[in-house]
Structures are given as structure tokens and as C-alpha cells.
């Protein structure tokens, strides 16, 4: 049995208590960590000051499990710390959110565009906007849109600042570059329905990170851990007890 902390990351407009369903069905034999790190007011920095401000607070060696946006601040964790993230899980992750000439597996930059226009009138609307279409497709579709609603509740929003400062980490990302530098074992789970990162960027991943494999789940959207709360703790618990 592994005794490597795990350390959850939670995604875009979320905070650490959408992991609580997954947590309870983990069964690991060390401390499982879901720190908020943009939920306290402060302006977000850049991708690279929240991965260092995570790797000073967190254990000398972990494994990292990130959720979407969450997925990104993992690879470049693991990237920027190789000898601290023993282990990666990548839930619902992308290297590049938006399409490309060059990127087909991505959403259309209008959408993220009106996510931005939306957000500096209403806040409140663009996360409800965002919480459907990360259930959009589920074979579950209703039931994840409540649970995620009802998880996202227990904590007040992130400020508009800094929604709009992690949006555009989700606009201008591109780490498909770096992913063979990422030497670490990694665990891909990715819904086959998801309309935020298509299956094809978890196949990317795959195929681009030097030890990984990939776990696809049918009639799943964007939040696995919430459609199937049972498959995902399994998968996370087999992968992080190798």
C-alpha cells in the first residue's frame, strides 16, 4: 500500500467540497488533502504562482489528482516540482481547452468569448451556464446539474476578479508542449460524453505523456467523480495504492 498523501484540485468556478462524495469512497491509507486555492478573496496570479504557493503548503511527496482547470495546475505541478508529485490523476483534463487550426479537441473560442462577456455583467449566471454544460450530455444529465449545484452552494462564490483571471488561464493554456518533460505515472479519467474536453484530449494526453493510461467511462460527461462516484474512487484508489 501506498502512503502518499493525495492532493485534490478542484476545477474552474468550484472549490474544494465538489471532491466530498469522491472522498468518501477513497480507500487510502494517508491523508487525502482539497486545498481551495482561489477561494479567499485574493487575485489568482498566474498558473505558476498557485502551483508554487500549493507545492510550499503541501507534503514533501504526493500524489495530485486535478479536475479540469484543477488537471492543468497538476501537469504543471508535476512539471515544475517532478520530485515532490509522485503520482498524477487527470479527471476530465486537457492540455489546451480551446480549439486550434491545430487542436480540433477543444471548445469553440466564442463560447469561452461569451463566457467572458457574461461574466463581467453576471457572475452568478455564467457559473449556472457552466455547471450545465459540464453536465451537458451525462447520461445522468439532471441529477449532476443538481449535485453540482447543490456542492458549489455550501461555499459563496469566487470573486468576478478572480473568475475572470483563471478564465483566461482557461483562454490562453496550451501545454501540450511540455507533457513528455512529465515523467510521472498518471491515471487519465475522462467521460466519453464530456463537451468541455472531449475524450480525444484524454486519448491526447495519453499518447503524449510518457506513462500514462487511460480510464474511459461510458454516459459521462464532465464530472466523473460526481456521475459515478463509486468507478472514479475505485480507479483513484487502485491507481494511487500501486
Known amino acids: 500500500m501506498s502512503a502518499l498523501p493525495l492532493v485534490l484540485l478542484h476545477g474552474w468556478g468550484s ?15 494517508h491523508a487525502v488533502i482539497a486545498p ?3 477561494g479567499d478573496g485574493k487575485a489568482a496570479g498566474t498558473m505558476d504562482q498557485v502551483v508554487d504557493e500549493l507545492a510550499a503548503i503541501a507534503p514533501d511527496r504526493c500524489a495530485v489528482a486535478g479536475w479540469s482547470m484543477g488537471g492543468q495546475l497538476a501537469l504543471v505541478w508535476a512539471r515544475r516540482h517532478p520530485q515532490q508529485v509522485v503520482r498524477l490523476v487527470l479527471i476530465s483534463a486537457t492540455p489546451r481547452f480551446i480549439s486550434a487550426p491545430d487542436w480540433p479537441c477543444g471548445m469553440a473560442p466564442e463560447v469561452f468569448a461569451g463566457f467572458s462577456a457574461l461574466l463581467m455583467r453576471d ?9 450545465l454544460l459540464q453536465a451537458q450530455g451525462d447520461a445522468q444529465s439532471r441529477t449532476v446539474a443538481r449535485q453540482l449545484e447543490a456542492a458549489l452552494a455550501l461555499q459563496p462564490e469566487p470573486r468576478g476578479s478572480v473568475l475572470m ?6 483562454q490562453t493554456t496550451d501545454l501540450r508542449t511540455t507533457l513528455p518533460e512529465i515523467m510521472q505515472p498518471a491515471l487519465v479519467v475522462h467521460g466519453d460524453c464530456d463537451r468541455i474536453a472531449p475524450p480525444a484530449a484524454g486519448e491526447y494526453l495519453v499518447a503524449h505523456l510518457p506513462h500514462a493510461r487511460l480510464a474511459l467511462l461510458a454516459g459521462v460527461a464532465h464530472a466523473p467523480f ?3 462516484p463509486d468507478a472514479v474512487g475505485r480507479l483513484m484508489t487502485d491507481f494511487c495504492n500501486e
Open 15 to 29: 472549490h474544494a467540497g465538489v471532491w466530498a462524495g469522491v472522498i468518501a469512497r477513497l480507500d487510502l491509507d
Open 36 to 38: 481551495d486555492f482561489h
Open 123 to 131: 457572475a452568478a449566471a455564467t457559473l449556472r451556464r457552466f455547471l
Open 165 to 170: 483571471e483563471t478564465l483566461r488561464w482557461l
Open 226 to 228: 460526481i456521475s459515478d
